[in-house]
């Protein structure tokens, strides 16, 4: 007889995850179910509300991905009203879109992810010169990298653990059998999370000049509240350009002589977890980076489309607006729908929500029931995994040559082929390489801006149906987004100038999505069969895989919202 | 007493990483710069740091979206990571805990059991008061009972951000889950509320180090936040105010006006009835705050800012330029009074710019309208 193994709370993400995963006799994971245990209702309270105000209600889903929930909801709104953008207005959206990544995907590999693969405490034993020798190998343009440095972090790292006051270290995992790495690599590591920390807080920097604030900047429903005025004291002028243009050469730093290094040598001391990890084998991506509209996905830098059950041969095409591809099912979830009704599309979609799990404080859920605030979203029936990787495969099964590049030279510094992109691994390395593509194309919006205002276009807002009695009396419109944990959709319906419903399917629906109609288990379900684990009491090896996804529990359990119904009492048990 | 001197001062952690005597003068004086002493306080500071020890910090996240976490560690003086390795002890934080599950929750046991009436409660986030509280749940536990049981033996809480200090978006209206702020379910304990969604860095880290500095609140107005920071209203050191005194507004997105930085009132900006430090302080170490950048304030550290929209709907109800008041006098009264005020300005405006159009009455108001409301006793 297995164990059943409780994670709650799964801690290093945003929002509110419990894991409960069943072990056989030799501690492998047979069996596994994983529940957003926290619901907002934010689209409850969109209702009735001026569609041009939604954007600032759904960024507060979530403040580690800022600012993605305001774009998906300004392309919703401009898509329902017929609103087409400047260039400028564009571009903009693009470079804070392209930051968020960069910055997002660095925070996560060091400080959400790192401790899973980086001991701390082993780092008190390194050689700091014999640490310095491996950083110059690692990088050796990045400039930390003396023995004195190494020594320094070492000793910091030293006090505090003789202080006795390990703050968010303490009663963690240290010493456990799966770390791998060598001393010198953790103190690497750790002096590098020190440095991505003070780092993250000059990137956002961009959002601040262009949004105003971060997090949550700011957006505008046909353009970006900013304005260009080269000339001028009090829009952006030359001095705010420059200082957006070395913020980006300065993550390209990061990313090229810290993130990647970092994250290629921890991969090599962990080859068994390519072969773990890898999960359903159904890849999504909605596309983004738009260089021709929004409505133009053929000229996205993100390129868009499926690739299911591995097969890279073929990138199936993904229509938003066609009420049999994205559908949201709820057998495990705590709603109901109708009795009729199995699966709806987020234009029809109805939450009545329906709590039927234990009261608590309880001990387990009943996999058996329903056990999940998040609802199950399926593409066509499938259950798909989105995020870094679903976007790498279809990059690369789209031919393009961008991915191909970085992901062949990868594979090879590793040693590995293009099965090993199957696992937590790969998960955890596509991540990084596509954070060298959003640096690379961040300075390449940059570059378009500026061609753009030498040729005399500063125009950044398209005014003509601001007022909302330019708008048709009812009407429906979708925004697709490739947010940084994956493909995000907001559906909204407008009727007589107000949001009438307002749908969001996010990356974690549809990654954490409990089991659907037919049994076929989410992503992050998927992915747990298989992984051994040295000691249940310390589930370290379920969280390098569930943190590999990333995962976002505040966007998962958002809510959706019945049309204009009240919300249905719910049943404690 | 006893228990507290036992444990190392921040001077101490500090000299045991090898800081010296004069460095760690050097950081006092950055220290107490950063929340806005003068000069004369540093001694007092000095002390403070060398005889309080790190104090325990346990943070809660309820419903919320974790933009109080992000907006912290941007803190740039101090750095968020002199904060977690010198000046607290963050033993429970689910955002940057190493540990997991069951390990974590015996870490806020412990704490809680170690340093009974000594640690601080950061709350990030609210309870969602409907059905039992199953609307958040952690290790199986309702976040409404993990709340009011770690509340029990703390010795303040600081209420992070517009969730836990007065509601935020969940507690829009109609509030499906029920969802309250920290100061309504907890009446037992000094409650520090830091508004903003999410609060700027610099307030964050301002109001912990005042804390830390001094060992006791610092002088809250009577909504619970704290003066230094929440006095004023952006409107009152806004540097596109004597666009608004000159009646010159931008009237549509990225006009002329626009382009050279004129008021936001007309396009809907809070900031006459927001009292935050936007204006000041600004955001991401000073680079810029909303109005700056284009868009106006959306008022997003006053209660209720969520039901006071459309938020591109300009007021018809602020201050009266030249009128002097502070959160804790101005009250109702300001709803009545106004509007008329508001309105009497623009016509004086435009009197004397001769401006046709800026004449016509500001559009009715609803009683939910943008009035600074007072906290529900």
């Keep these: ?573 | 007493m006893e228990v507290l001197q036992r444990r190392p001062s921040t001077y101490d952690i500090l000299r045991i990483h090898g800081v010296d005597r004069r460095s760690f003068l050097k950081f006092c004086t950055q220290s107490a710069a950063a929340i806005g002493l003068s000069a004369a306080l540093v001694p007092k500071v000095v002390e403070a740091m060398e005889k309080k020890p790190r104090i325990p910090v346990i943070w809660l996240h309820g419903l919320e979206c974790t933009c109080c976490s992000e907006s912290f560690i941007r803190s740039s003086h101090p750095i968020a990571q002199d904060i977690v390795l010198n000046l607290i002890s963050l033993d429970y934080d689910d955002t940057l805990q190493a540990a997991a599950g069951f390990q974590v929750e015996e870490i806020r046991k412990k704490v809680m059991k170690e340093y009974k009436g000594e640690y601080i409660l950061a709350v990030e986030g609210n309870a969602p008061t409907n059905d039992g509280g199953v609307y958040c749940t952690i290790g199986g536990e309702s976040f409404l009972n993990i709340l009011k049981e770690t509340a029990k033996d703390c010795k303040a809480i600081v209420a992070w951000g517009s969730c836990a200090s007065n509601g935020c978006v969940q507690a829009a209206k109609p509030n499906p889950t029920g969802a309250k702020p920290v100061y309504k379910l907890i009446s037992d304990k000094p409650v520090i509320n830091v508004p903003g969604c999410p609060p700027i860095a610099e307030v964050m880290t301002g109001v912990l180090t005042y804390i830390l500095t001094f060992g006791e609140l610092p002088e809250l107005d009577r909504q619970g936040r704290p003066k230094m920071f929440y006095a004023q209203r952006i409107h009152d050191k806004c540097y596109r105010r004597p666009f608004f005194d000159a009646g010159q507004f931008v009237e549509a997105w990225d006009d002329e006006g626009a382009k050279k930085g004129w008021c936001l009132y007309k396009m809907g900006c809070r900031g006459p009835t927001t009292f935050n430090s936007c204006s000041t302080v600004k955001w991401n170490c000073g680079v810029s705050f909303p109005i700056q950048s284009g868009h106006g304030c959306i008022g997003c550290s006053e209660e209720g800012f969520w039901d006071n929209g459309p938020f591109y709907q300009r007021l018809s109800n602020i201050p009266v330029p030249g009128i002097e008041s502070t959160p804790d006098s101005i009250g109702k009264t300001l709803t009545v009074l106004s509007g008329a005020g508001i309105a009497a300005h623009l016509v004086s405006v435009a009197a004397r710019k001769g401006v046709r159009g800026l004449t016509s009455k500001p559009e009715p108001v609803s009683s939910s309208d943008a009035a600074v409301k007072q906290p529900e006793e």
């Excluded at chain 1, 007889?1 to 419990?18: A, Y």
């Excluded at chain 1, 006090?159 to 953790?186: C, D, M, R, T």
Aim: aromatic share 8%.
């Design chain 1, 1 to 573: 007889m297995g164990k059943r193994v409780v994670v709650d709370p799964v801690t290093r993400i945003e929002g509110h995850l419990r894991v409960e995963a069943m072990l056989d006799d030799k501690g492998v994971v047979k069996d596994a179910i994983s529940s957003g245990t926290m619901w907002r209702g934010i689209e409850v309270i969109l209702q009735g509300r001026d569609p041009r105000d939604a954007w600032a209600f759904v960024e507060r889903i979530c403040g580690v991905c800022t600012t993605v929930h305001a774009l998906a909801s300004v392309r919703a709104v401009e898509n329902a009203v017929g609103i087409k953008v400047p260039a400028n207005a564009d571009i903009v959206r693009n470079i804070m879109f392209l930051t968020q990544y960069v910055q997002d995907h660095v925070i996560h590999f060091y400080h959400l992810h790192a401790l899973d693969w980086v001991d701390v405490v082993s780092a008190l034993k390194a050689n700091p010169g014999a640490t310095a020798t491996l950083a110059q190998k690692v990088s050796p343009s990045w400039p930390t990298a003396s023995p004195g440095y190494f020594s320094d972090i070492q000793s910091t790292v030293k006090k505090f653990v003789e202080s006795g006051q390990l703050g968010i270290f303490q009663n963690a995992y240290w010493g456990h059998p799966a770390y791998k790495l060598p001393p010198e690599a953790n103190l690497m590591a750790v002096a590098h999370y020190l440095e991505a920390l003070q780092w993250q807080k000059e990137i956002i920097k961009i959002h601040t000049v262009f949004g105003g604030k971060n997090p949550h900047p700011n957006y505008l429903v046909g353009g970006v509240p900013v304005s260009f005025n080269l000339n001028g004291d009090n829009a952006i002028n030359m001095e705010r350009l420059n200082l957006v243009h070395d913020l980006i050469k300065g993550a390209a730093a990061v990313v090229e002589q810290l993130y990647l290094p970092d994250l290629l040598a921890i991969a090599s001391f962990y080859p068994e977890w390519t072969k773990i990890g890898g999960g359903l084998g159904n890849f999504m991506s909605y596309g983004d980076v738009p260089q021709n509209g929004i409505g133009d996905p053929t000229k996205f830098r993100i390129p868009r489309g499926v690739v299911l059950n591995k097969n890279l041969a073929d990138v199936l095409p993904i229509d938003h607006a066609d009420s049999n591809q994205i559908r949201e099912e709820v057998a495990h979830s705590w709603y109901s729908y109708p009795a009729d009704v199995k699966a709806l599309h987020p234009w029809d979609g109805i939450t009545q929500p329906n709590y039927t799990g234990p009261k608590p404080p309880y001990q387990t859920l009943d996999e058996n029931g329903a056990y999940s605030w998040v609802k199950s979203p399926r593409w066509k029936g499938h259950a798909m995994e989105v995020g870094p990787l679903s976007r790498m495969l279809v990059g690369f099964a789209s031919g393009r040559t961008d991915y191909k590049e970085v992901v062949t030279e990868a594979l090879g510094k590793l040693k590995v082929g293009p099965e090993a992109l199957f696992s937590t691994l790969g998960r955890t390395a596509a991540r990084g390489l596509e954070t060298r593509l959003a640096v690379k194309w961040l300075a390449d919006e940059y570059d378009k801006l500026i061609a753009n205002l030498k040729a005399g276009d500063t125009s950044t807002a398209n005014t003509a149906q601001w007022e909302p009695s330019s708008w048709p009396a009812d009407c429906k419109g979708f925004g697709a987004e490739e947010a940084p944990r994956g493909a995000l959709g907001h559906w909204i319906h407008i009727k007589d100038k107000k949001i009438f419903n307002y749908q969001i399917v996010v990356p974690s629906t549809w990654n954490a999505s409990p089991k659907d109609n037919a049994g076929q288990k989410g992503a992050y379900e998927a992915a747990l069969l298989g992984t051994p684990m040295a000691d249940s009491a310390k589930p370290l090896e379920l969280l390098r895989t569930i943190h590999s996804f990333d995962p976002c529990l505040a966007c998962a359990t958002h809510v959706l919202s019945p049309e204009g119904d009240e919300l249905a009492k719910v049943v404690v048990r």
